[in-house]
């Protein structure tokens, strides 16, 4: 990252990292944007079971029941231990709301467990989310897409961002007569990965497979740049 950026102000005069300079000529202040795309390669989705019983206990042990199953799922389809979180664990009477006007009753109990996946291959997510469905899993949630190790797509759109606001103070030097003497600052206003959330389409067992589509993200940084004029 370090090298990347080094060669992206070897086209600034060396004096441009002299921020303690006192600044002599005109200041001008830009934001730049930059952006790279890159293709999500993890996939986080929750899955878990939840089960109703007329009992506290009979719930919890039908819901362990089937969530042993969705682990054993799990395991046998090569996910390791570390991509498996519990993200809730909850047990909740459910009640039977009266006509007239007496309190409402508790006819039963609803036992709810899940997990976070972690996918590190996102073309067999869907099948074996659907092995998860068969083997008692009936909550899923997500999913939630990201570049596992997004730094060096970053250090690109870093890159990009210093370019385009080189480029802008150019610009508006020649339009002032003036040409760009150093660059007096560089501050980073964030990243952010924007987009639409992808949707994960599950289809009749008898029917298709359920697919999950990566799509692309993009990667961007902004950054806030300060040169002098003269």
């Known amino acids: 990252m370090r090298l990347i950026l080094a060669a992206a102000l ?26 790279v795309t890159r293709v999500p390669d993890i996939a986080r989705i929750g899955a878990g079971v939840v089960t109703s019983a007329p009992t506290a206990s009979a719930a919890m042990e039908q819901n362990a029941r089937q969530m042993a199953a969705v682990r054993a799922a799990l395991k046998r389809a090569g996910i390791a231990d570390r991509d498996i979180q519990t993200a809730s664990l909850s047990l909740s009477p459910e009640y039977r709301q009266e006509t007239n006007g007496a309190a409402p009753q508790i006819t039963g ?38 570049v596992e190790h997004p730094e060096p797509a970053f250090g690109e759109a870093r890159v990009k961002a210093l370019a385009t606001a080189r480029a802008r103070a150019d610009l508006y030097a020649r339009a002032a007569g003036k040409h760009v003497v150093r660059i007096v600052s560089i501050a980073e206003g964030g990243t952010s990965v924007p987009g639409p959330r992808p949707m994960y389409r599950m289809a009749a067992a008898s029917q298709a497979a359920t697919s999950i589509d990566p799509g692309t993200q993009t990667l961007t940084v902004n950054l806030n740049v300060t040169f002098e004029l003269d």
């Open 10 to 35: 070897l086209a600034f005069p060396a004096a441009a990292l002299a921020q303690a300079e006192p600044l002599h000529g005109t200041r001008l202040d830009i934001s730049a944007t930059g952006d």
């Open 109 to 146: 109990y609803s036992a709810s467990n899940e997990v976070i996946v972690t996918f590190r291959d996102i073309a067999a997510s869907g099948r074996i989310l659907d092995a998860l469905v068969s083997q008692g899993a009936n909550q899923i949630n997500g999913p939630s897409l990201s």
